[in-house]
């Protein structure tokens, strides 16, 4: 059992807590690591403390959505070892490292952590909460199975020009239902198959309240709906692209300047998003730059900021 934190360092641990939170607010996973370590050099004689896994699970959690892999595996081993394996912290634990090898594409590694994942959701206490957690882990997995085959094996170039011309070709002849589509539609086949053999592996553990609250199958692999899970992981990483404060193409966004629409900003910080990651699918960039200039700076950074896996007290569906 933790004990309690010292008088002494309890203000630093919330200063701390405070820039941790915000690192990870603005997708930071090499500063979020570092003020981890401060946090725990406050720690040095329990290690196991819950505020101090909790930072950790949040450092390793930005590594992950920055796919640091090499830090947020380990990370995440680490924090299941130490949580008690009764409580959320361990959940959430559970719950990423399955995603860290499912995006590894280590199938038979991810699901017995898939399952245990599931099976501990029994100690989230609301049912409601419990069906939700349900339903937005099963909605990751899918997302993961499309953005594993999504990610390659060697260096991508872009355009950005091209990108930006064929994005407005986009806007001018397709409704955004059928952009979505067309991103579903550049969903890789192995990436369908790989998202077919987890859900049904993952949902089959589901109890049947929860299992009501996901689409049949043959609608979850529809096109529109294989694109609108394409594109909730993309957006994820468009977020981190254009959603910096202090980046040119978000000031210049923000103040609604002609140059951002009409020249190739997007193309250029979204393809560069993509090309780190390795994913050298041109039309699937444009497809989502057409999508992001349909927003404001605001709604796009709102609407696109990376959910967490549990689900706040605040939120009610």
Not at 127 to 133: A, D, I, L, T, V
Not at 259 to 270: L, Q, R
């Amino acid at each position: 059992m933790s004990r309690s934190i010292p008088k002494e360092i309890i203000s630093q641990l919330r200063e701390l807590e405070v820039r941790l939170r915000g690192a990870v607010r603005r997708g930071q996973p090499s500063e979020a690591r570092q003020i981890a370590s401060k946090i725990q050099n406050l720690f040095q004689n329990d290690r196991g403390h819950h505020r101090l896994l909790r930072a950790k699970l949040w450092a390793f959690e930005a590594c992950l959505d920055a796919n640091e892999l090499s830090y947020a595996e380990p990370g995440f081993i680490g924090i299941r070892a130490l949580a008690n394996d009764k409580t959320r912290l361990y959940l959430e634990a559970t719950a990423f490292l399955g995603i860290c090898y499912l995006r590894q594409k280590k199938i038979e590694k991810a699901k017995p952590l898939v399952r245990e994942t599931i099976r501990k959701a029994r100690n989230i206490k609301s049912e409601s909460k419990r069906q939700q957690f349900h339903k937005r882990f099963v909605e990751r997995l899918e997302e993961e199975c499309i953005l594993a085959e999504l990610i390659g094996d060697s260096q991508v170039q872009f355009n950005p020009k091209q990108i930006h011309e064929n994005a407005v070709k986009l806007l001018r002849e397709k409704s955004h239902d059928e952009i979505i589509e067309l991103i579903g539609q550049l969903v890789p086949e192995k990436g369908v198959r790989l998202l077919r053999d987890v859900r049904e592996y993952s949902v089959g553990l589901l109890p049947p309240a929860s299992k009501k609250l996901l689409p049949a199958p043959s609608k979850a692999e529809r096109p529109i709906n294989l694109g609108r899970r394409a594109l909730a992981v993309l957006r994820r990483i468009g977020w981190r692209a254009l959603c910096d404060p202090d980046s040119t193409v978000y000031k210049a966004w923000a103040k609604r300047l002609p140059k951002v629409y009409n020249e190739a900003y997007f193309a250029s910080a979204i393809a560069a998003s993509f090309a780190n990651w390795k994913i050298g699918l041109p039309m699937l960039v444009s497809g989502v730059v057409a999508i992001v200039m349909k927003y404001s700076a605001h709604e796009f950074c709102e609407w696109a900021k990376p959910d967490g896996l549990m689900i706040p007290a605040s939120e009610k569906s």
